[in-house]
């Protein structure tokens, strides 16, 4: 009896397997995200990035991600589209060059942030940049406030370069 129970078991293992339903692939995680943090939402817990941008070009905008109006409980609105194989190319350099910028931090607290993550397939490859107090530049070098300056022009470059279904 054992022995047919065993055998049982092993046909619906193997029939699962390859039926494809034991062996899914996961889903495709994005590769470039844009989030906005905005002045005041430390304490949400809903916030999600404005952009997601996945390696074949495929990219989720969700425009009013963090906009203040939405309630915490209402998800943002998805929009489905495509970002242009030059742009994303484009965008993965600057973001890599702009892993070596010291984008400073001015001397203002509890502000707004922005962050551009890169997070390839290749582990180990992710490059996670984070500019805080976007609008403010008291006490910064010349060389942060063009770091500043560049990562806010990917940011828009990235965020205007996609294309709705």
């Known amino acids: 009896m054992r022995k047919a129970k065993s055998v049982v078991l092993l046909l619906v293992l193997l029939f699962a397997a390859g039926s494809g339903l034991a062996a899914a692939d996961p889903p495709s995680l994005a590769e470039i995200t844009l989030t906005n943090i905005p002045h005041g939402w430390s304490g949400r817990h809903d916030l999600r990035p404005e952009l997601e941008v996945y390696p074949d070009g495929r990219a989720i905008k969700k425009p009013d991600a963090a906009f203040a109006?939405?309630?915490?409980?209402?998800?943002?609105q998805q929009l489905?589209?495509?970002?242009?194989?030059?742009?994303l190319r484009a965008a993965q350099a600057e973001i890599r060059s702009l892993s070596m910028v010291d984008l400073g931090e001015p001397a203002v607290t509890d502000e707004s942030k922005q962050?551009?993550?890169?997070?390839?397939?290749?582990?180990?490859?992710?490059?996670?940049?984070?500019l805080y107090a976007p609008g403010f530049s008291e006490g910064l070098s010349p060389e942060q406030q063009d770091g500043r300056i560049r990562f806010a022009?990917?940011?828009?470059?990235?965020?205007?370069?996609?294309?709705?279904?």
């Open 115 to 130: 962050i551009i993550d890169l997070m390839p397939e290749e582990r180990g490859q992710e490059v996670h940049l984070i």
């Open 153 to 165: 022009a990917l940011y828009r470059r990235l965020f205007d370069a996609f294309v709705q279904d």
């Open 69 to 76: 109006g939405r309630a915490p409980d209402v998800p943002p």
């Open 80 to 87: 489905n589209g495509s970002i242009r194989a030059d742009v």
